[in-house]
Nanobody
Framework: QVQLVESGGGLVQAGGSLRLSCAAS????????MGWFRQAPGKEREFVVA????????SYSASVKGRFTIPRDNAKNTVYLQMNSLKPEDTAVYSC?????????????????WGQGTQVTVSS
């Protein structure tokens, strides 16, 4: 089992930055690929970004590429979502997720553990 706890959400103006954290506990974190997903009201859950177990490979959705990054620190069992140049359309509940495998996936159904989510609101 892996337990995930997100933090760092909040309200920010358009053009600003936020950094979300996802702290993992339980089984070995360094063997897990990690991902961030988001869900806006009335919309389906959307893939944002993912990173493989070692940090050597990442995948970004087109909507956030160039603005978001996903650093991970295996020594701290933590993965981050650094969000820059935020837009009102980035407003959503952001959730981190862990796979039981080392390789990236962009599909929510291929993640086995989820955090509770944290709200990010970007005002115009």
């Amino acid at each position: 089992q892996v337990q995930l706890v997100e933090s760092g959400g909040g309200l920010v103006q358009a053009g600003g930055s936020l950094r979300l954290s996802c702290a993992a506990s339980g089984r070995t974190f360094s063997n897990n690929a990690m991902g961030w997903f988001r869900q806006a009201p009335g919309k389906e859950r959307e893939f944002v970004v993912a990173i493989n177990w070692s940090g050597s490979s990442t995948s970004y959705s087109a909507s956030v590429k160039g603005r978001f990054t996903i650093p991970r620190d295996n020594a701290k069992n933590t993965v981050y979502l650094q969000m820059n140049s935020l837009k009102p359309e980035d407003t959503a509940v952001y959730s981190c997720a862990a796979r039981s495998y080392q390789l990236i996936s962009t599909l929510p159904s291929e993640y086995h553990y989820w955090g509770q989510g944290t709200q990010v609101t970007v005002s115009s």
